[in-house]
């Protein structure tokens, strides 16, 4: 199984195409909104715009994982092809987490070990 890591390498850095998208004031849970001008990508009161909801998609999942920057493909295509893939990907890591993670009580310490896990899974 790839990891987040190999993932983004292989999937998203080898391109030619990309743009810096940032994200520095993370406040734990995302949502992705719709409103008249296009997609947002919300932590808390603090937001990012996005062209597509795939790419609001790609974003919330590295910035749940823990990366304060992403580079995006500029193409909106290839975000189809890939984000579902991605998406499979950290059901499947959430759910692992979940399962060993359950017998932790302690709210701020179950996030903390998700958050280390995710650093783990980016290297």
């Known amino acids: 199984m790839?990891?987040?890591?190999?993932?983004?390498?292989?999937?998203?850095?080898?391109?030619?195409?990309l743009s810096p998208r940032e994200f520095l004031d993370y406040?734990?849970?995302?949502?992705?909104?719709r409103d008249l001008f296009g997609w947002k990508l919300y932590?808390?009161?603090?937001y990012i715009d996005c062209r597509s909801h795939e790419e609001a998609k790609?974003?919330?999942?590295?910035?749940?994982a823990g990366m304060d920057t992403?580079?995006?493909?500029?193409?909106?295509?290839?975000?189809?092809?890939?984000?579902?893939?991605?998406?499979?990907?950290?059901?499947?890591i959430d759910k692992i987490i979940g399962i060993y993670a359950d017998g932790v009580l302690n709210r701020k310490l179950?996030?903390?070990?998700?958050?280390?896990?995710y650093l783990e899974l980016l290297k």
């Not at 406040?27 to 909104?33: D, F, Q």
């Not at 992403?70 to 499947?92: A, C, F, G, H, S």
């Open 110 to 117: 179950k996030e903390q070990l998700r958050r280390e896990v």
């Open 27 to 33: 406040r734990g849970e995302c949502k992705i909104e």
């Open 43 to 46: 932590s808390g009161k603090n």
């Open 58 to 64: 790609l974003l919330k999942i590295y910035l749940e």
């Open 70 to 92: 992403v580079m995006i493909p500029n193409d909106d295509n290839y975000l189809k092809t890939i984000v579902p893939e991605l998406e499979k990907m950290k059901n499947r």
């Open 2 to 17: 790839k990891t987040l890591g190999q993932f983004y390498r292989e999937k998203i850095l080898d391109r030619n195409d």
